[in-house]
Nanobody
Framework: VQLQASGGGLAQAGGSLRLSCVAS????????AAWFRQAPKKEREFVAA???????YYAGSVKGRFTISRDRARTTVTLQMNNLKPEDTAVYYC??????????????????WGQGTLVTVSS
């Protein structure tokens, strides 16, 4: 299974970006997909997750601004990021695991990771 993340770039504060994560080798069916991020000199942190049943979860810092979703074919998971803030600047990673997990916020639960895509938000 490979995960390919894309969509990062430069945005101004208050702007929007959309990240995509495409799975090859299998679909996201039966699993949990998530986004994590890592800012310079900081640990990787949970951003958002979507479970097999469609339930979504968010870190408090992004709730109300970010939306995670997946397509009907369950091959792509998207992170829509609105009202971006400079503190959202980080490398964003998509992750997935099968079967699904209730510990969606724990990076150690995920065995498959994308390569990371840089998001830079200027003030």
């Amino acid at each position: 299974v490979q995960l390919q993340a894309s969509g990062g770039g430069l945005a101004q504060a208050g702007g929007s970006l959309r990240l995509s994560c495409v799975a090859s080798g299998r679909t996201f069916s039966g699993g949990t997909a998530a986004w994590f991020r890592q800012a310079p000199k900081k640990e990787r942190e949970f951003v958002a997750a979507i479970r097999e049943n469609g339930a979504t979860y968010y870190a408090g810092s992004v709730k109300g601004r970010f939306t995670i979703s997946r397509d009907r074919a369950r091959t792509t998971v998207t992170l829509q990021m609105n009202n971006l803030k400079p503190e959202d600047t980080a490398v964003y990673y998509c992750a997935a695991r099968w079967p699904h997990t209730v510990l969606y916020y724990n990076a150690n639960e995920y065995g498959h990771w994308g390569q990371g895509t840089l998001v830079t938000v200027s003030s």
